[in-house]
C-alpha cells in the first residue's frame, strides 16, 4: 500500500502534490458518476492516476472493486494523443508502464493506430485510450476500421470489467447519449466484473445523463465530485478561477455581405491584436474557414516582411504531417520574438493544454465558447509581473436571416448561436469568476437513442442477405459528423482504365505493397468524402482512384457505398490533400506524396482469418486440442480468483473441442494440399490441425471425391460448425451442451447467432435427385472420424454423421426422432438468460485460449 500523495507526485517528477478533490477520488469507497471540476485543474491525471492508485495501491476491498481496463474515451484524435503521452509518463515515473513486469499498457483505439492486441490479454490491468467513434462502435459490436469477426472480442471487453471515463462530454454529441444508455444497460442486462462510468467535464449538463435506461438515482442526484473550499484555498487555483479575460466582440463579423472578404478582413484584425512574444488562438468554426484564414494571415504577413509564426491545427491532417507541426506549434517555450498565431478549429477546443494572450473565437455554442475561453490565459499568468494582459475577441456570425444562416452557423445551429451571443454580449470579461455567474438553458436536442431492443439486436453479427449491418453511425456521432479514414500510395496505372493496387503479398522478406498505418491515415467526414468520390468519378481519367480491401474475397474492390469507419485507399494522382492544409476535397492538390510506409506492417484485415497458416511444426488435432484445453485451464486460474465468472465448466470443455470438426475431409485435403505445395509429407492416418506451412487461403477440398478431374471443393468451409454440431449430436440435453456448443461455433467469430449458406458456396448435387440442407461448406451426412479428446473427462468425439436439420426455423427431429429446438432458438435462449454482455465474454474467452494455444505451437 502506498499513499496517493506520494505516488502523485512521483508521477509528476516531484514537481506538483495532488490537489484534494483528487484526493477524495483515490480514496473515496466508490468512484462517482460525476466530476465537474474548471478547466486546467488536471481532471485528466484525476481519472488516470486514481485508477492506477485504486488498482494498484489502495486497500484491498477497493482494489478488488476497481476494474481491471480504464477505458479512456474521448471525441477527437489530437486528444486521445495528448492524454496517451501523459499517462505514458506517469506510468514511466512510477515504473509500473508495460516494460516492466505486471506493468499497465496503454492502447490507442483510433483510426489506423496499432492497438498492441490488447485483447489477447483480458486478465492484464490496461489504459485503453481512444476516440468515440472507435470506443463506441466497439461497444456496440460494430467496431469501425476492424474486422467484422473480431467485434465480438472487444465488444465482451469494452462492457465487462471496465471503467468507462467519458471526457470532454460537451462536444459529444449523440454519443453522450448512447454512453449513459450503455452505462443503464450494463447494470440491467448484467456484467462479468463491474463495468461503471465516470462523466467529465468543465460544462456538463448533468440532465443529459439521464435516459430511458439510464434514469437519475434513487437518490434523486448523481454522484458528484467537483471544487470544494480547501481545493480553492490553493494558491495556484485560485490563480486560475480569478484569471482576467477582458473580451469584446471583433470589428469583422460573418455575413453574407462579409463572406467573399471575411477571411481577409479577419486575418487583417488578427494581426494588429497581435502581440510581440505573445501566443494569439484564432478557433474557427470550420475546417474550410480555418484553411482560408490560415492563407490568409500568411500572406499577409510575408507581405508585411513579418516573422510571425502562423501555424494550422484541425483534425483533417494526417498523423505524419501533423506530428510535425502541432508539437512545435503549441511549445509555448518556442515561441520567437515575434510570437505566433495559431488558427485551430474545435480540434483545440478541449483538453489542448496550450494559453494564449490573446483569443479570437467565432460565435459558438455556449459550452463550447466556455472551452475555448479557456485557452486563453490558461494558467493565470498574462497581466501580472510584466507578461501582456491577456484579451479576448468574439467573432459575430450573422444569424438574422434564418434560412441563410443555416449554412454559415454550421457544424451548429442559428439557434445555438442566438443564445450564446445573448449571453456574450452583455459581458466584458470572460474569466472563471466572471463565467460562473452565467447560466444557459439550452434544449436538449432530439437524438438517436440507443434502445435495449437495439442493443440486444447488434450482438448478432451476421449481416443480412443483402451483406449489409445495422448502422450504429447514428448512435455515435450526429448525423454528418462521421468520418472515413483515407491514406494515398502510387502504383502503376494507365489512365481511365481498371488498374487495382497490389495485393498484400510476401516478397523479399516484406510486403509488395504494404497495409495502410496509422501515421498516413486522414479523417476525412463521409459526406465530404462522397463529394469527393463523386467528383472523381464522373471525370473519364479519374474514375477508377479509389478502392477498398475486401478481406472476405482478399481482393481490392473499387469504392462504392460510403459507411463510417472505412479505410479507403486512393491513387497519389486523385489529390484532395495538401501538406500545409490537410483535407481540401480539391483534385487540384496532388499528387499527393511524403510518406515511406514501412515494409512490415501486419495487416488486420487481409489476413484476419484463420485460413491462413502461419510458420511452426505441422500440428495434429489431438495436439492442438490439448494446447488449446491446457490454455482455457490456465486462464480460469488466472482469473477466477479476481473475477465471479460462471459456466468455466463449459468454457473449458469448449476449448478441449473446438477444432474436432478439423478431421473434417475436406480440412484434411486442404492441410494435404498445402503441406504437398511445400516438400511436407502428412501422414494420411493422422487428422492435422496445423500444416506447419505459411500459406495464404486454404483450398478446402475432399481428394476422394471428384468434379470433372478436379477434387470437389468446398468454398467457405468452416470447422467451428462441423466441431459444433459433433459435439451437440452427442451430448444433447446434457447441462450447458448449447452453451458448449455455442462457444465452439463463435470461436473464430464466423458462426454465432445463425447458419446458414453462403453465396460463394458450392451446392451439393445428389445422384438420387434430393436437395439436402447445406451450410458453411458442410454438407447434409457428412461424416467425422473418432477423435480422442485427451481432457480429464475423458471425452471421445465418436464417428458421426453430421445433421444439419437444426438450421432450419422451428423445432426438427433428431436421429433419435426426439423434436429438438433450432439453432436459432438455442443461441437466443443463450443471450436472453446470460445477457449479451457475459455471452460475449464467455465467447472470447475461448477465443483468447484458442490464440494462446496456437501461438505456443508456432514458437
Known amino acids: 500500500m502506498q499513499e496517493f500523495s506520494e505516488l502523485f507526485t512521483t508521477a509528476f517528477g516531484g514537481h506538483f502534490s495532488p490537489y484534494p478533490y483528487q484526493q477524495r477520488l483515490a480514496t473515496t469507497t466508490c468512484w462517482p458518476q460525476v466530476l465537474s471540476v474548471p478547466t486546467g485543474v488536471g481532471k485528466t491525471a484525476a481519472a488516470v492516476l486514481t485508477w492506477v492508485y485504486r488498482r494498484r495501491f489502495a486497500v484491498e476491498s477497493i482494489r478488488q472493486a476497481t476494474p481491471r481496463r480504464l477505458v ?84 465482451a471487453l469494452l462492457n465487462n470489467d471496465c471503467q468507462w471515463v467519458i471526457d470532454e462530454t460537451q462536444l459529444m454529441g449523440v454519443g453522450l447519449t448512447t454512453s449513459a444508455q450503455l452505462a443503464g444497460l450494463r447494470t440491467k442486462l448484467t456484467t462479468i466484473g463491474n463495468c461503471p462510468t465516470l462523466w467529465m467535464s468543465a460544462t456538463l449538463d448533468v440532465q443529459t445523463l439521464a435516459t430511458v435506461d439510464n434514469p437519475v438515482p434513487d437518490a434523486g442526484a448523481w454522484t458528484y465530485e467537483r471544487l470544494e473550499d480547501d481545493d480553492r484555498a490553493a494558491k495556484s487555483v485560485a490563480r486560475l478561477l480569478t484569471a482576467s479575460k477582458p473580451c469584446q466582440s471583433a470589428a469583422v463579423s460573418l455575413s453574407p455581405e462579409t463572406k467573399k472578404q471575411y477571411e481577409k478582413q479577419l486575418a487583417a484584425e488578427v494581426l494588429q491584436a497581435h502581440q510581440p512574444n505573445t501566443l494569439t488562438l484564432v478557433v474557427m468554426n470550420r475546417v474550410t474557414r480555418a484553411q482560408e484564414l490560415y492563407t490568409a494571415v500568411d500572406v499577409l504577413q510575408k507581405k508585411a516582411k ?24 503549441l511549445d509555448e517555450d518556442s515561441i520567437s520574438d515575434a510570437g505566433r498565431i495559431i488558427v485551430a478549429t474545435q480540434a483545440i477546443e478541449a483538453g489542448v493544454d ?113 451483406g449489409n449491418d445495422l448502422d450504429v453511425s447514428r448512435y455515435i456521432r450526429d448525423s454528418d459528423d462521421t468520418d472515413v479514414q483515407v491514406y494515398w500510395r502510387n502504383w502503376d496505372r494507365i489512365s481511365g482504365k481498371r488498374v487495382p493496387p497490389p495485393e498484400h503479398e510476401e516478397k523479399a522478406g516484406g510486403k509488395r505493397f ?30 477508377y482512384l479509389a478502392w477498398v480491401w475486401d478481406p472476405l474475397e482478399a481482393t481490392w474492390a473499387e469504392c462504392e457505398a460510403i459507411r463510417p469507419g472505412m479505410t479507403i485507399l486512393l491513387h497519389c494522382t486523385a489529390g484532395g490533400y495538401d501538406h500545409k492544409l490537410g483535407w481540401t476535397g480539391e483534385h487540384k492538390h496532388g499528387p499527393v506524396e511524403g510518406f515511406t510506409p514501412s515494409l512490415d506492417a501486419e495487416c488486420p484485415e487481409a489476413n484476419d482469418t484463420d485460413e491462413t497458416q502461419g510458420k511452426g511444426q505441422p500440428m495434429t488435432v489431438v495436439q492442438h486440442l490439448k494446447d488449446v484445453g491446457t490454455a482455457a485451464q490456465t486462464l480460469r486460474e488466472m482469473l477466477s480468483e479476481m473475477l465471479k465468472i460462471n459456466h468455466w465448466d463449459a468454457i473449458v470443455r469448449a476449448a478441449w473441442w473446438h477444432d474436432v470438426g478439423k478431421s473434417h475431409p475436406a480440412f484434411q485435403g486442404a492441410m494435404q494440399d498445402a503441406a504437398s505445395k511445400a516438400g511436407i509429407e502428412l501422414a494420411n492416418d493422422e487428422a492435422w490441425a496445423k500444416s506447419g506451412v505459411s500459406t495464404g487461403y486454404l483450398v478446402y477440398q475432399l481428394p476422394g471425391e471428384h468434379v470433372g478431374d478436379k477434387p470437389q471443393q468446398r468454398p467457405g468451409f468452416r470447422h467451428e460448425l ?50 439436402p440442407l447445406f451450410a458453411r461448406g458442410i454438407w447434409q451426412n457428412d461424416a467425422l472420424p473418432r477423435i480422442e479428446i485427451g481432457n480429464q473427462a475423458g471425452d471421445i468425439s465418436e464417428p458421426v454423421t453430421l445433421d444439419l436439420d437444426l438450421m432450419q426455423l422451428g423445432d426438427y427431429e433428431n436421429a433419435s426422432g426426439v423434436s429438438r429446438p433450432s439453432w436459432l432458438a438455442r443461441t437466443l435462449a443463450l443471450r436472453d438468460e446470460l445477457g449479451p454482455f457475459q455471452l460475449a465474454y464467455l465467447e472470447t474467452l475461448v477465443r483468447v485460449a484458442d490464440w494462446r494455444g496456437s501461438s505456443k505451437e508456432s514458437t
Open 306 to 329: 513579418s516573422t510571425v509564426d502562423v501555424k494550422l491545427i484541425h483534425s483533417r491532417f494526417r498523423p505524419y504531417d501533423r506530428q510535425k507541426t502541432q508539437p512545435e506549434a
Open 72 to 155: 479512456y474515451c474521448l471525441p477527437m484524435r489530437t486528444l486521445v494523443e495528448q492524454t496517451r503521452d501523459a499517462a505514458t509518463k506517469w506510468l514511466e515515473r512510477l515504473r509500473i508502464d508495460a516494460t516492466q513486469a505486471n506493468g499497465i499498457g496503454i492502447h490507442l483505439l483510433m483510426g489506423g493506430a496499432d492497438d498492441g492486441k490488447w485483447y489477447e490479454h483480458p486478465e492484464r490491468d490496461a489504459i485503453l485510450i481512444g476516440t468515440q467513434d472507435m470506443l463506441l462502435s466497439r461497444a456496440l459490436n460494430r467496431g469501425y476500421g476492424m474486422s467484422r469477426y473480431a467485434w465480438p472480442v472487444q465488444y
Open 514 to 543: 504494404p497495409v495502410a498505418q496509422r501515421e498516413e491515415l486522414c479523417s476525412v467526414g463521409v459526406s465530404a468524402f462522397k463529394d469527393f468520390l463523386q467528383k472523381l468519378k464522373k471525370g473519364d481519367k479519374t474514375k
Open 354 to 466: 496550450v494559453s494564449s494572450t490573446t483569443l479570437f473565437t467565432e460565435l459558438a455554442p455556449w459550452s463550447s465558447l466556455v472551452q475555448r475561453f479557456g485557452r486563453c490565459n490558461r494558467r493565470g499568468e498574462c497581466g501580472l509581473e510584466c507578461v501582456p494582459a491577456a484579451s479576448v475577441h468574439w467573432i459575430d456570425i450573422d444569424t438574422s436571416d434564418a434560412k441563410k444562416a443555416i449554412e454559415p452557423a454550421l457544424p451548429y445551429t442559428p439557434e445555438e448561436l442566438d443564445r450564446a451571443r445573448t449571453a456574450i454580449a452583455v459581458l466584458d470579461d470572460v474569466g472563471p469568476r466572471s463565467l460562473s455567474d452565467v447560466t444557459i438553458e439550452e434544449p436538449r436536442p432530439i437524438v438517436h437513442v440507443l434502445r435495449r431492443k437495439d442493443l440486444v439486436e447488434l450482438f448478432d453479427t451476421t449481416p443480412d442477405l443483402s
Open 722 to 771: 462441423a466441431s459444433a454440431l459433433a459435439w451437440l449430436q452427442q451430448h444433447d440435453g446434457e447441462p450447458d451442451a448449447d452453451l458448449v456448443a455455442y462457444l465452439i461455433a463463435a470461436h473464430h467469430g464466423k458462426v454465432r447467432m445463425s447458419i446458414r449458406s453462403m453465396p460463394n458456396e458450392n451446392k451439393p448435387s445428389m445422384n438420387d435427385g434430393t436437395d
